[in-house]
């Protein structure tokens, strides 16, 4: 039987590994079962929240915190290179390499580079922030524009004329210092071959922990898992 833990796990082993998803004979394969019960397995974990598949194939797009398609987050290693689907996801990637490496973006997705360079499990650009305008508890709404609006940039003001101009709500504002360390127990556990999503609780405990408390983070009584 595939799991949505044992199937999350291939996936981002292989992710990690390869730079890309493994394709579905491939898992079928693996698991030494039927495509066709693969593609079963996959939109089960989509189901979850685990992945998200093309609209219309049963092929990964994303997988958090990896992108499988080109993005405003480009993560090198020696170990290899990754899109990430935001800056929080990108931290993730570094949170789950544990390896020194640079992600590569733009302020605001405007343009500008800007560089995050992780060594010996430390941020070098400690000044920056990221910006978190979609509420968490409408995130699975629309997970992709969730990710795409997760940016970074350097100042609160520079975030104020971006939301103005793109008439995009102003949310929470966090340094990326925060974030990473908060990406590191987020994530921490997205390589457990018993890897489970975390519940809106345990979710909630987690914003608490780290001091979210910005209304951007208030997931009310949602029965999603994240």
């Not at 397995?41 to 189901?47: F, P």
């Not at 797009?61 to 993560?75: E, Y």
């Not at 000044?127 to 992709?144: C, G, Q, T």
């Not at 997760?150 to 103005?164: A, G, H, K, P």
């Amino acid at each position: 039987m595939i799991t949505n833990s044992k199937l999350h796990h291939i996936l981002i082993k292989r992710i990690i590994e390869d730079g890309h998803a493994p394709t579905n004979q491939a898992l079928a394969q693996h698991f030494g079962t039927s495509e066709t019960e693969v593609t079963e397995a996959l939109y089960k974990l989509q189901d979850y929240h685990g992945v998200v598949l093309h609209p219309d194939q049963p092929k990964v797009w994303v997988i958090h915190p990896f992108s499988l398609a080109p993005t405003n987050f480009f993560i090198k290693s020696d170990r290899g290179q990754w899109w990430g689907n935001c800056a929080w996801c990108s931290l993730g990637v570094a949170a789950l390499l544990q390896t020194d490496l640079t992600i590569s973006t733009t302020i605001g997705a405007e343009g500008t580079p800007q560089k995050i360079h992780i060594r010996n499990g430390e941020i070098i650009e400690k000044d920056l922030f990221i910006h978190f305008p979609v509420p968490m508890k409408n995130a699975w709404d629309n997970v992709i524009y969730t990710c795409s609006n997760m940016l970074v940039f350097e100042n609160r003001e520079q975030i104020e004329d971006w939301s103005t101009r793109h008439n995009i709500p102003l949310g929470d504002i966090q340094p990326v210092q925060k974030i990473w360390e908060f990406s590191k127990k987020w994530y921490g556990n997205h390589l457990n071959p018993d890897w489970a999503k975390w519940t809106a609780e345990d979710a909630g405990k987690m914003f608490r922990e780290f001091d979210l408390t910005h209304p951007t983070w208030d997931l009310e009584a949602s029965g999603q898992r994240f």
